[in-house]
């Protein structure tokens, strides 16, 4: 099956690098994530999933802005690339539920998140990753202030993940 992703990967032996498009990329287990993410809420409580969210911000809106450059996508192209991504480094089905540039709103919806699944069962949702990606890339869109709200989580119970996104 075909991957555009992991076909387009460039690896550095001697230095140890993997690049797609000239940014650095790791692989790293799901499961490393989650447990650094369940340590952080040990000490810190609540405040841990903002500060997974602000990691996850920092990704989305990098790469949103580098893949818009180097491709030359509308803001439309751009989110369904970095949905299309998503998917392909592993991180779950992504699917565009809505898309309003001018409304400044965007929903997403992710099918087999590895967090939820690493995580376990939750009262809340624990895909903060995720959902700091999602706003990362909406901020550039709509040139605006993201509010981000994981409103459905596995981790919960419920079947899929989704993510709401307003500017």
């Not at 969210?53 to 439309?76: I, L």
């Not at 992710?110 to 699944?117: G, H, I, M, T, Y």
Request: charged share 30%.
């Amino acid at each position: 099956m075909e991957n555009s992703i992991l076909d387009s990967l460039e690896y550095d032996a001697e230095e140890g690098r993997i690049t797609f498009k000239d940014v650095r990329y790791m692989v790293i287990r799901p499961d490393t994530v989650v447990d650094f993410q369940k340590a952080v809420e040990a000490q810190v409580g609540e405040g841990a999933a903002e500060m997974m969210m602000a990691g996850g911000y920092t990704g989305g809106s990098r790469s949103s802005r580098r893949y818009k450059q180097v491709f030359e996508y509308s803001d439309e192209e751009t989110v369904a690339f970095m949905c299309k991504m998503g998917g392909e480094i592993g991180w779950g089905r992504f699917e565009v539920e809505k898309l309003d540039v001018v409304g400044k709103e965007l929903v997403i919806t992710v099918r087999n998140s590895p967090f939820a699944e690493a995580y376990g069962r939750s009262d809340k949702g624990v895909c903060h990753m995720i959902r700091g990606v999602m706003a990362g890339m909406a901020a550039g869109i709509f040139g605006s202030d993201i509010n981000s709200e994981e409103t459905l989580c596995v981790a919960k119970g419920d079947a899929l993940c989704r993510f709401v996104l307003r500017g």
